[in-house]
């Protein structure tokens, strides 16, 4: 298939959710633009007071930017404000997390941003942004699971088979990214590690790319957010196994990397939302009860199964829980594999 064929069907998927969506947003950036500043006066019922202005530190089309214009349409019709989706993308979501930093603390704008922005990012960019210690997280709004994803030629038909293939030639295979220091990235180094294998790294910007490289058989395998569901059942390329803890509800019956043989190899991509610090907790709770609702319904649980993603929310403790455990495995394992952004 050829590369600007791919990308368009990847596009047509996504951008299907994008522009049921993008009305509402548009609709609402004049009137948030507009609308005059206020302070909550410390009663949950008073917010919110204008509209709701959501950053997002990916462009249109992508996972991120999908999940953010699917929960603004329901948070839209629960508060009762336009919720206003407005990208900023750049340096992994660094330039957006920026950005509600320096946002008034009055519970109008909020980040929405792959959990990796606190994770990952503090350890792979000299930036004093530090989103621990200069934001407050509110909830989690989702996450997708990695897919180990083999070119169809690649004679293995598991993940044992690959990591024999692995060890017989080492350094001969290779393994596809989104870039450098993204999560597919990552999720490759965390299989490296669990199976003692050297697979060479090739960086793309963005996980189409990657995976059209595997499809054509440029590349070896990649670590798959779940964009290459079609492909897989088109028996276009081999699924081998899942890079999580659990099994993938889209794909039961293969098992996961740690099932295997290779325990470790456990790295979901979960999507959170923040907020600037002194944002008043009463705001911060109903935010987050709206999230549990929204990602409750069963329309939404559809639209993110287009994206390969299940809408999971967390109490605020989990979530800092979860970002807690994650940031020490993420920054031990960028530390130990020497992984750098360019």
Not at 51 to 73: E, K
Not at 228 to 246: C, D, E, P, Y
Not at 259 to 286: C, H, K, S, Y
């Amino acid at each position: 298939m050829h590369k600007k064929q791919f990308a368009a069907g990847v596009g047509r998927r996504l951008g299907r959710a994008v522009a049921a969506l993008g009305g509402l947003a548009l609709a609402g950036h004049a009137a948030w633009a507009q609308a005059p500043a206020t302070t909550p006066t410390g009663a949950a019922g008073a917010w919110p007071s204008k509209p709701i202005r959501v950053v997002v530190g990916f462009a249109p089309g992508g996972s991120t930017d999908v999940m953010a214009r699917i929960l603004a349409q329901s948070l839209s019709e629960s508060l009762g404000q336009t919720v206003l989706i407005d990208n900023k993308p750049g340096a992994s979501g660094n330039i957006s997390a920026a950005e509600v930093v320096r946002a008034a603390p009055d519970g109008h704008t909020f980040l929405i941003a792959p959990t990796s922005v606190e994770t990952a990012n503090p350890s792979l960019f000299k930036a004093s942004l530090l989103p621990s210690r200069d934001l407050t997280p509110v909830t989690t709004v989702g996450r997708t699971q990695m897919y180990l994803v083999a070119k169809p030629q690649l004679p293995a038909k598991d993940v044992r088979e690959l990591v024999t293939l692995a060890r017989a030639k080492p350094g001969t295979l290779s393994y596809a990214s989104a870039g450098a220091g993204t999560p597919p990235h990552l999720a490759c180094e965390l299989f490296k590690q669990a199976t003692g294998t050297q697979v060479t790294h090739v960086p793309y910007r963005g996980a189409a790319p990657a995976l059209q490289d595997v499809l054509s058989g440029q590349a070896d395998f990649v670590c798959d957010p779940g964009i290459a569901f079609q492909h897989i059942r088109a028996g276009k390329a081999k699924l081998l196994g899942i890079v999580s803890a659990k099994r993938s509800p889209f794909f039961p019956e293969v098992p996961t990397v740690g099932e295997q043989g290779f325990p470790g190899a456990n790295l979901d991509i979960w999507f959170g939302m923040w907020a600037p610090n002194g944002t008043p907790p009463e705001v911060l709770a109903r935010m987050s009860a709206e999230l549990g609702k929204a990602l409750a319904l069963p329309a939404v649980k559809s639209r993110y199964g287009d994206l390969g993603a299940e809408p999971v929310a967390m109490s605020t403790p989990e979530f800092r829980k979860l970002l807690a455990d994650e940031g020490a495995m993420l920054s031990a394992l960028i530390a130990r594999q020497k992984i750098v952004v360019d």
